[in-house]
């Protein structure tokens, strides 16, 4: 553990993109869909883009950083919030400064652009905490824990670039696989990240989430490994929702690790039209019993396949069904 000279942040520092904007020749425009970065692996993929020409990429993003820390002790002045986009490749920098919000200093944000150019595998995204300390200018008081990861040419926001997937026979591994041995996988949340256990005893899944087979192989296979992230991102919800923080005033608080980055993605979704703190107290009191849970079962189901991009996989899946349909009849 590296010791500082000068007092530091103790709570969490965390960063989530937002959106991601890319511009290409004569000033085309294309909005990033969501399924291209992930809140759970940090992870941007550019590569998913549907133009593959694009020169300039604009990533928003928003830090969270205890306000509470700052408003209370007097350590630190002219603090500032700034992100860092650093590649060791190409020995590219690019630094903005993020604003607070109105809620006095809480959420810092802002956007960070950078040149196609300037990139040729994968960047490093932080975000830093900066003030004067002790009359010395400059100093790093806060930063994120894990960086995101910028992947210039991935299409799938992944940071080991493959789907963490174990592959086990679930009716001869552990006791607590046995009793899911009829389901085809399961999503295991207790570690650090989520972890989907695949069931070898479905014969061909493997193959099929793999991509590999025949062309409606690889047609179904799409669309099963949208429905498996769409399980994955129920599960770390109501795994990140089922272990929260409590203020002494009965407040909830986000956790700062990946469960917070979910419940932060997902919240629009399940209670639109309020902010992040209001969602996360209004989802939390209905679990507890106070108004109904059952009724945003729905809503966490539509923004799970949102992110997994569900919808989309459908409309591929019968567009293709048909196209092969009309080639076996040709």
Request: one cysteine or more; proline letters at 4%; glycine letters at 8%.
């Amino acid at each position: 553990m590296r010791a500082y000279p000068y007092p530091r942040l103790t709570g969490a520092v965390t960063a989530r993109v937002t959106a991601v904007r890319l511009r290409g020749p004569g000033d085309t425009r294309e909005q990033l869909e969501t399924t291209g970065y992930s809140v759970v692996e940090q992870v941007v993929a550019l590569g998913r883009a549907e133009r593959d020409d694009w020169q300039t990429a604009r990533i928003a993003l928003t830090a969270t950083v205890s306000s509470r820390e700052l408003g209370t002790k007097d350590h630190w002045s002219d603090v500032t919030v700034v992100a860092a986009l650093t590649e060791g490749a190409t020995n590219a920098r690019t630094v903005t400064r993020l604003e607070p919000d109105a809620e006095g200093g809480r959420y810092w944000s802002g956007e960070i652009e950078f040149d196609r150019d300037d990139h040729s595998d994968r960047a490093s995204l932080a975000v830093h905490v900066v003030a004067t300390v002790g009359g010395i200018e400059g100093r790093i008081i806060g930063s994120t824990e894990q960086d995101w990861l910028i992947d210039a040419t991935a299409d799938a926001p992944l940071r080991d670039r493959q789907l963490d997937v174990t592959t086990v026979s679930f009716a001869r591994s552990a006791e607590w696989l046995r009793s899911f041995r009829d389901a085809p996988w399961v999503v295991d949340t207790a570690g650090k990240m989520p972890v989907v256990r695949l069931n070898s005893d479905f014969e061909g899944l493997a193959a099929l989430v793999e991509g590999q087979g025949s062309k409606v192989g690889k047609v179904v296979g799409e669309m099963v490994l949208a429905h498996m992230c769409a399980d994955v991102w129920t599960a770390v919800f109501h795994t990140a929702i089922g272990d929260l923080e409590i203020e002494d005033d009965g407040t909830p608080l986000f956790p700062p690790d990946w469960r917070g980055a979910v419940l932060r993605e997902m919240l629009p979704d399940i209670i639109p039209g309020r902010s992040d703190d209001d969602a996360l107290r209004e989802v939390h009191m209905r679990r507890v019993g106070e108004g109904s849970w059952a009724d945003l079962q729905p809503r966490i189901q539509y923004a799970a396949a949102r992110r997994a991009g569900v919808p989309t996989a459908l409309a591929g899946t019968v567009r293709d069904t048909d196209r092969l349909d009309q080639e076996s009849h040709t």
